[in-house]
């Protein structure tokens, strides 16, 4: 068995949700004259890649604590949506359907395609990463839960659409693009489609039937398009904790581990290692013919 890490780099450089609290970090010793180099971190639960839990948006829901391994390990599926989906895009479980074969209890893993704009790739675009990715609406949702999902993640800034959120008002030239989207594609302003009682729905109409999420997913997860897999994701031990920093992988046997790492051999890298630049090129065009 082997990992595949599809968890992106945390450090200083990494953004937090907006507003939340970056990662902060100073040494309280050094080796000379402490013999040991220690460190001192401040951050928010909300950076790099983390797994919202319930009692972030769930009051009388479970801690990170509470979540047991065998929830957080489980069979489940990536879907590649960067095919069809664009900035301030909805999609939707057809499309996921059209691509992937979801079975009821798994973990669905998505690619927007976005995380080639995180901070750790060539083509970083902080504010496309966090305010202009696409989202689902209500119909994924109920979807979802028809299907039990155990967890979901997502390769970009939230699991709610950014113009579902308080972003909307943070970002007024981010929203007024979104605006002329919405009503080009669908007929609709942004206030019409998402109505306040679906206001950050992924987080306030999930999280009390069990279905959380991890955001800011990435790594080497372009390996992985529209393929069935075991998936991991390891938070703290967290007592009390609404959210947690976690590593985020794939399992898969030694055989198939080297069939992709041969790929990955191919493919441009990013600076810390991990499969970049796929939207356009070969990695991407050969996960659509599977």
């Given at each position: 068995?082997?990992?595949?890490?599809?968890?992106?780099?945390?450090?200083?450089?990494?953004?937090?949700?907006?507003?939340?609290?970056?990662?902060?970090?100073?040494?309280?010793?050094?080796?000379?004259?402490?013999?040991?180099?220690?460190?001192?971190?401040?951050?928010?639960?909300?950076?790099?890649?983390?797994?919202?839990?319930?009692?972030?948006?769930?009051?009388?829901?479970?801690?990170?604590?509470?979540?047991?391994?065998?929830?957080?390990?489980?069979?489940?599926?990536?879907?590649?949506?960067?095919?069809?989906?664009?900035?301030?895009?909805?999609?939707?479980?057809?499309?996921?359907?059209?691509?992937?074969?979801?079975?009821?209890?798994?973990?669905?893993?998505?690619?927007?395609?976005?995380?080639?704009?995180?901070?750790?790739?060539p083509t970083a675009d902080e504010i496309r990463y966090m305010v202009m990715h696409p989202g689902p609406d209500r119909e994924f949702a109920e979807w979802a839960k028809r299907k039990k999902l155990r967890w979901i993640a997502v390769d970009c800034g939230s699991a709610d659409?950014?113009?579902?959120?308080?972003?909307?008002?943070?970002?007024?030239?981010?929203?007024?693009?979104?605006?002329?989207?919405?009503?080009?594609?669908?007929?609709?302003?942004?206030?019409?489609?998402?109505?306040?009682?679906?206001?950050?729905?992924?987080?306030?109409?999930?999280?009390?039937?069990?279905?959380?999420?991890?955001?800011?997913?990435?790594?080497?997860?372009?390996?992985?398009?529209?393929?069935?897999?075991?998936?991991?994701?390891?938070?703290?031990?967290?007592?009390?904790?609404?959210?947690?920093?976690?590593?985020?992988?794939?399992?898969?046997?030694?055989?198939?581990?080297?069939?992709?790492?041969?790929?990955?051999?191919?493919?441009?890298?990013?600076?810390?290692?991990?499969?970049?630049?796929?939207?356009?090129?070969?990695?991407?065009?050969?996960?659509?013919?599977?």
């Amino acid at each position: 068995m082997k990992f595949i890490d599809l968890t992106i780099p945390f450090g200083i450089g990494t953004p937090p949700w907006p507003t939340y609290e970056p990662l902060q970090l100073k040494y309280f010793k050094r080796l000379a004259p402490n013999g040991a180099n220690g460190q001192v971190l401040t951050h928010s639960n909300h950076v790099g890649t983390h797994l919202d839990g319930e009692i972030h948006f769930y009051t009388p829901g479970k801690d990170i604590a509470s979540l047991d391994m065998d929830f957080l390990v489980h069979e489940g599926v990536v879907v590649d949506l960067s095919d069809c989906t664009c900035d301030y895009d909805v999609y939707t479980s057809k499309q996921v359907e059209e691509r992937v074969e979801v079975r009821e209890g798994d973990i669905l893993v998505i690619h927007t395609g976005y995380h080639h704009y995180g901070w750790d790739q060539p083509t970083a675009d902080e504010i496309r990463y966090m305010v202009m990715h696409p989202g689902p609406d209500r119909e994924f949702a109920e979807w979802a839960k028809r299907k039990k999902l155990r967890w979901i993640a997502v390769d970009c800034g939230s699991a709610d659409h950014p113009m579902n959120t308080i972003i909307r008002n943070w970002m007024p030239r981010q929203a007024k693009e979104a605006e002329a989207f919405f009503r080009k594609k669908f007929g609709k302003s942004l206030t019409d489609f998402f109505t306040d009682d679906k206001y950050q729905l992924m987080h306030i109409e999930m999280f009390s039937h069990g279905i959380i999420h991890l955001e800011c997913a990435g790594g080497d997860l372009d390996l992985l398009l529209n393929q069935r897999v075991t998936i991991g994701c390891f938070p703290w031990r967290f007592v009390d904790g609404e959210s947690s920093i976690c590593r985020f992988v794939a399992m898969v046997d030694d055989e198939r581990y080297e069939e992709m790492m041969a790929k990955k051999k191919k493919a441009k890298l990013t600076r810390f290692g991990d499969v970049a630049g796929s939207l356009n090129g070969w990695l991407h065009e050969e996960a659509k013919k599977r």
